[in-house]
């Protein structure tokens, strides 16, 4: 019987250090975010450089919060709702680290545009606003993590829409501008990654907020990005 119940307390234990790992890796990721759109719109170097020491942060304690959650299916065999906050959050860990990682790749982006371009590139108040948007879902999907607030993650996909629509107003300006030679064809180039970034970032605020929903409820939303495709491998 002690065994039993050494067994929960630990498991308990586990899962509160699983939680406070979650929410300090989500922190971080908005963070990143928020510092890159920051940096987009005063572009100051400091902040490409605080971004990079945040992703590196990230992917760290994404490392740890993997291992915790192998540890705790491994050693407790949890069922029911354990499993599913265990499963959600080795899953959430991977959309955060994805999100660190193109904050960073946003401020690469800034670092070279600077060098190319002197004032405010084209389409800075659209990308202003996407940043914004993505921002917004970002908080909103953390926030419900954080509280266990399925519902309010349901409607994630209303802004998603919003900022798929000015990511396609975007690409298409900037298209536009480059086939009119209005625009230098490597300034719109850096554009195009960070207003494909933006989106890439929408899609897995939307996911978290389909893993929140499947952890509170046991039940999986089918609506919404869920496969975001890439193939590319994660280099600290």
């Known amino acids: 019987m002690r065994g039993v119940e050494g067994g929960r307390k630990a498991l308990g234990q586990g899962l509160d250090r699983l939680n406070e790992d979650v ?3 989500a922190d971080l990721s ?6 890159a759109m920051d940096g987009m719109q005063r572009a100051e170097v400091a902040e490409a450089e605080e971004v ?6 990230i992917y760290a304690l994404q490392v740890i919060v993997e291992k915790t959650c192998v540890d705790l299916i491994a050693l407790h065999a949890p069922v029911a709702r354990d499993l599913r906050t265990i499963t ?11 999100i660190g990682r193109y904050a960073r790749d946003i401020t690469e982006a800034e670092v070279e545009l600077r060098k190319l371009h002197g004032g405010n590139p084209p389409q800075m108040s ?3 606003r996407m940043g914004d948007l993505t921002i917004h879902m970002v908080d ?3 926030r419900a993590f954080m509280t266990r607030d399925a519902e309010s993650v349901k409607d994630m996909s ?4 919003s900022v798929d629509d000015l990511h396609d107003e975007v690409f298409q300006a900037l298209v536009l501008g480059m086939k009119e030679r209005s625009l230098e064809p490597e300034v719109g180039a850096h554009l195009l990654l960070v207003n494909r970034y933006l989106e890439r970032i929408a899609d897995h605020a939307v996911n978290i907020g389909k893993r929140v929903i499947y952890m509170v409820t046991g039940e999986s939303p089918h ?8 193939s590319e491998g994660r280099a600290p």
């Open 126 to 128: 659209q990308l202003v």
């Open 23 to 25: 929410r300090t890796l």
């Open 88 to 98: 959600t959050c080795l899953e959430i860990t991977t959309d955060l680290d994805r």
């Open 140 to 142: 909103t999907a953390i």
């Open 223 to 230: 609506r919404g990005p869920t496969p975001v495709k890439e």
């Open 158 to 161: 209303r802004f998603d829409d």
């Open 30 to 35: 908005e963070l990143a975010i928020r510092k």
């Open 52 to 57: 990079a020491t945040l992703d590196k942060e």
